[in-house]
């Protein structure tokens, strides 16, 4: 009969192996793949296209805005400032962009984090952040949004025209479907069921 036990040597190789992991740079994906591993679930599940949008289908700000206005799609003003800040741009070229949305929670802040640990940990995680025109476009592509749910867009804030650092938000309310703005401020605080919209890498 053949012994299967393991050995201290084998054993030893593998914490090795796991501690040079754990300890490098992409340490947190290892260290999420072992919490769900130990938990007998599959550790390497990625995270699921929510939706993919279109971008770059409009020349100018301008048009994009009527667009926004045609639609019955309400702006918030501050949003609306951001949206004529020369850091906004648009997309050069037409293409597709596949969305993720995931919780401050599910990046494993359980108690909540600021936008700059938010947007830390999903970057180790494989994701990226939105150009600013997700925002204007998933509002657009979006009319089908559930009443009370708001999605923020992980990207880089722009300062509107006081100073202040914003981001792109995109809700439905009593009020309509609305593209509004949230705090950009790198240590602004979310809670953990706050959710936020990324870009999936290709």
Request: net charge negative; aromatic share 10%; proline share 3%.
């Amino acid at each position: 009969m053949n012994d299967t036990r393991v050995t201290r040597r084998e054993v030893n190789g593998v914490i090795k192996d796991l501690r040079q992991k754990l300890f490098g740079a992409e340490g947190y994906k290892w260290l999420l793949a072992l919490k769900r591993f130990l938990r007998k679930e599959n550790p390497w599940v990625e995270f699921a296209i929510w939706r993919t949008i279109h971008l770059g289908s409009f020349k100018t700000v301008q048009d994009l805005r009527q667009a926004l206005l045609d639609a019955s799609c309400r702006i918030g003003d501050w949003a609306n400032d951001l949206l004529g800040q020369s850091a906004f741009k648009l997309v050069a070229e037409e293409t597709d962009a596949d969305l993720v949305v995931v919780s401050v929670g599910e990046l494993g802040f359980k108690d909540g984090a600021t936008r700059k640990e938010i947007y830390e940990r999903a970057i180790q995680l494989g994701l990226e952040l939105c150009p600013p025109e997700i925002g204007p476009q998933l509002r657009l592509q979006y009319k089908d949004q559930p009443l009370g749910e708001w999605l923020l867009i992980a990207m880089e804030p722009i300062a509107d025209s006081d100073g202040c650092l914003d981001v792109f938000d995109v809700g439905h309310d009593g009020d309509g479907l609305w593209l509004s703005s949230g705090n950009g401020l790198s240590d602004s605080f979310w809670d953990a069921d706050d959710r936020w919209v990324f870009l999936r890498r290709k």
